[in-house]
């Protein structure tokens, strides 16, 4: 019982990811630089996007934390490189929607889907979404013709 | 010694099973689990006698009244203050610090003063001296640690001198378990003329502690740590520091005469009690120290010395595993800080959650002290009265299978750890 729910939550491809992060490079001129702090955890991301034609041509991503957390956000990386910025935030809102509401989504979300187990363990959920939040925020902070930023989760915030 | 599955007996919760496993509880350190005679003081008082504090003057407030100040009695004679009158209740350890940062701290203080505090202080003990440091202009300096986790003493009497104010430091890390030589260190502040502070939320709890034998200015500590509910703590002071210091909150309760616009205060302790107290909770505090008066303050520590070493011993067989803090039981408190190599200690605590285990997994509000160790967070055990030698049994199978868990999913993955 007890090993099949942790085999639930740590797939072998999440094991993977957080072993081998991808897009685990530091970009030399970023369209925009933002840092994601859990502090109740500690876990930390900083997520770089570059832009080019309208298109997210180049993601940065640098960590530490748990399984999770890292996994996550190196996922993203491969989900969001490419697209444009709605589709980026779209993508970014119906995992979070996956994350708490749960499969009954008409639109796959293709590998993500190995983090379902993730919400059999309600305290990890925060993990899970830190990198999906950091880009949200990242997106924000580029319209707004920022550079960068830094989001703090805040500890009331479920997901 | 005692009977320790005697002990568990009296702990309800410890009959739980959790993810279908018999409930280990190594998170006493965060807080302690309750024993029945905790929960029947809450009830009891409740049911028979509830009532407001000091004011009343009908039988259920006279039997309030004389119970809440019973407790204060036996607060100070659990940790041999001479009298009651230096016992101030509060809601736990970090409002009794606070307290002293207010009440003394603020009007105490001057540019130029120094508060000398340790890299492995809890939260509690720091953030309250920043905002000090900011309203008076004081300043703060941090004595380090040694490669071995125990306090840097050299530095320490390095960093005394005339300007020195205050020391405030922990009797115990909630982390890495150092018992920090507080009688030495206390000496050699007052020769300075500095006041010491002592956070003993974790010492208070486990260890048999004489705030005389300390010779410590203020103590503070909470009664959820030590069996007690939560919502109650206190502050031991001097009796003539207390008398010196003007209140912490202003109210009820703390005043003698109120004009519109000026008052005078009460007495102390009462002075620095605004408000209607945690009444409940104290009361049902005295069963606590109860409990640990009828074990014997040093039969707890020698029985938490035998299961600290035994874990020390049984830890260090599970592979890749790093033990923070000093390598031999008797310098350290119950409390067992560690990290496994390739698996980040929320993942452990999830695992050995999904074993029944309870542990903590993170800062535990000792950020400085863990960017110190060049780490973001570890895993922590913390034992207590009723914690056994097959519980860490159950707790270095569990690591093991962990590791063997990560190990064998990472490698199915094609990439070993």
């Keep these: 019982m007890s090993l099949d729910a942790l085999d639930a939550l740590y797939k072998e491809v999440i094991l993977d990811h957080y072993q081998n992060p991808r897009n685990n490079d530091s970009l030399e001129s970023p369209s925009v630089a933002t840092e994601g702090y859990n502090p109740v955890c500690g876990d930390q991301i900083t997520l770089q996007l570059k832009m080019a034609d309208g298109l997210i041509e180049s993601v940065g991503l640098q960590g530490k934390g748990c399984a999770i957390s890292q996994a996550s956000a190196s996922m993203m990386t491969e989900a969001i490189k490419g697209k444009t910025l709605e589709e980026a935030e779209a993508t970014a809102r119906r995992f979070r929607d996956f994350m708490t509401k749960g499969n009954d989504q008409p639109d796959s979300l293709g590998d993500l889907e190995v983090l379902e187990g993730v919400r059999m363990f309600p305290v990890r959920i925060k993990c899970a979404t830190l990198g999906w939040n950091t880009l949200q925020e990242a997106i924000k902070e580029y319209r707004a013709g920022l550079r960068g930023g830094r989001l703090v989760i805040k500890e009331d915030e479920n997901t | 010694m005692y009977d320790v599955q005697v002990v568990r007996k009296d702990f309800p919760i410890l009959e739980r099973q959790v993810h279908g496993r018999p409930l280990v509880y190594l998170d006493s350190a965060a807080t302690s689990q309750k024993p029945q005679a905790v929960i029947d003081a809450l009830a009891d008082y409740y049911s028979r006698y509830n009532a407001n504090v000091h004011r009343g003057i009908h039988t259920l407030a006279e039997e309030a009244t004389a119970a809440y100040e019973d407790a204060r009695r036996r607060v100070a004679d659990f940790i041999g203050a001479a009298s009651p009158r230096s016992v101030v209740f509060t809601r736990n350890t970090t409002e009794a610090i606070n307290l002293v940062a207010y009440a003394w701290g603020r009007r105490t203080l001057r540019p130029g003063d120094e508060v000398v505090l340790t890299v492995m202080e809890h939260h509690s003990n720091l953030v309250p001296w920043q905002l000090m440091a900011q309203d008076t202009g004081a300043a703060l300096r941090s004595v380090d640690i040694t490669e071995d986790g125990c306090l840097d003493l050299e530095a320490f009497h390095k960093l005394l001198g005339p300007r020195t104010r205050l020391v405030a430091l922990t009797h115990m890390s909630n982390v890495l378990g150092t018992v920090n030589p507080v009688v030495a260190m206390a000496r050699a502040a007052h020769s300075y003329g500095a006041l010491v502070l002592v956070d003993g939320a974790q010492?208070?709890?486990?260890?048999?502690?004489?705030?005389?034998?300390?010779?410590?200015?203020?103590?503070?500590?909470?009664?959820?740590?030590?069996?007690?509910?939560?919502?109650?703590?206190?502050?031991?002071?001097?009796?003539?520091?207390?008398?010196?210091?003007?209140?912490?909150?202003?109210?009820?309760?703390?005043?003698?005469?109120?004009?519109?616009?000026?008052?005078?205060?009460?007495?102390?302790?009462?002075?620095?009690?605004?408000?209607?107290?945690?009444?409940?909770?104290?009361?049902?505090?005295?069963?606590?120290?109860?409990?640990?008066?009828?074990?014997?303050?040093?039969?707890?520590?020698?029985?938490?010395?035998?299961?600290?070493?035994?874990?020390?011993?049984?830890?260090?067989?599970?592979?890749?595993?790093?033990?923070?803090?000093?390598?031999?039981?008797?310098?350290?408190?119950?409390?067992?800080?560690?990290?496994?190599?390739?698996?980040?200690?929320?993942?452990?605590?999830?695992?050995?959650?999904?074993?029944?285990?309870?542990?903590?997994?993170?800062?535990?509000?000792?950020?400085?002290?863990?960017?110190?160790?060049?780490?973001?967070?570890?895993?922590?055990?913390?034992?207590?009265?009723?914690?056994?030698?097959?519980?860490?049994?159950?707790?270095?199978?569990?690591?093991?299978?962990?590791?063997?868990?990560?190990?064998?999913?990472?490698?199915?993955?094609?990439?070993?750890?």
């Design chain 2, 203 to 417: 010492s208070v709890p486990h260890l048999p502690v004489r705030v005389q034998e300390l010779a410590c200015d203020f103590l503070a500590f909470s009664g959820h740590k030590m069996l007690g509910p939560t919502g109650i703590g206190a502050l031991y002071a001097r009796e003539e520091l207390l008398e010196a210091m003007e209140p912490f909150m202003g109210g009820g309760e703390m005043i003698r005469e109120v004009q519109l616009e000026r008052s005078t205060w009460n007495e102390v302790p009462w002075r620095f009690e605004a408000g209607t107290p945690n009444i409940a909770d104290a009361i049902a505090w005295v069963a606590a120290l109860d409990y640990l008066e009828a074990l014997g303050m040093a039969p707890v520590r020698a029985h938490e010395l035998e299961i600290t070493a035994y874990a020390l011993s049984r830890l260090q067989e599970v592979p890749g595993i790093t033990i923070y803090g000093p390598r031999a039981a008797e310098d350290r408190g119950g409390v067992v800080a560690f990290n496994l190599k390739e698996v980040h200690p929320h993942d452990v605590g999830t695992a050995l959650d999904q074993y029944g285990i309870a542990v903590r997994a993170g800062h535990h509000c000792a950020q400085p002290l863990h960017r110190r160790l060049g780490i973001g967070s570890t895993a922590r055990a913390s034992f207590y009265v009723y914690t056994t030698a097959q519980e860490i049994d159950a707790l270095v199978a569990a690591l093991h299978q962990t590791q063997e868990f990560f190990t064998r999913v990472a490698g199915r993955a094609g990439r070993p750890l």
